[in-house]
């Protein structure tokens, strides 16, 4: 299992909690996990809306260069955000 990591190790996290605000307030980031994937690092975030949750992975490069303002690099957050928040399969139901 990948290593849980707690939100004020995570590079820009800001950042994703606002985008995610802006796209779908009722949504809250229930756990983060750093994954190691041979030489591609990111952090999953699990979302939680309602009863139904989504995980989804975010590259650490980007979440590192967002800490420069480059709104290419939010506009390249937002696309990822959107992409899987609006996909009805990755929302599966889950038990509490």
Request: overall charge negative; aromatic content about 8%.
């Amino acid at each position: 299992m990948d290593p849980r990591i707690s939100e004020d190790r995570v590079p820009s996290y800001k950042k994703v909690e606002e985008k995610l605000r802006q796209i779908d307030n009722t949504i809250i980031i229930a756990r983060i996990y750093y994954v190691f994937r041979s030489l591609n690092l990111a952090y999953r975030f699990q979302l939680i809306k309602k009863d139904k949750m989504c995980i989804l992975e975010i590259p650490k490069k980007l979440l590192d260069d967002l800490t420069n303002d480059s709104i290419s690099l939010e506009q390249e957050l937002s696309d990822i955000l959107n992409t899987h928040i609006q996909d009805s399969e990755c929302w599966a139901g889950y038990e509490k």
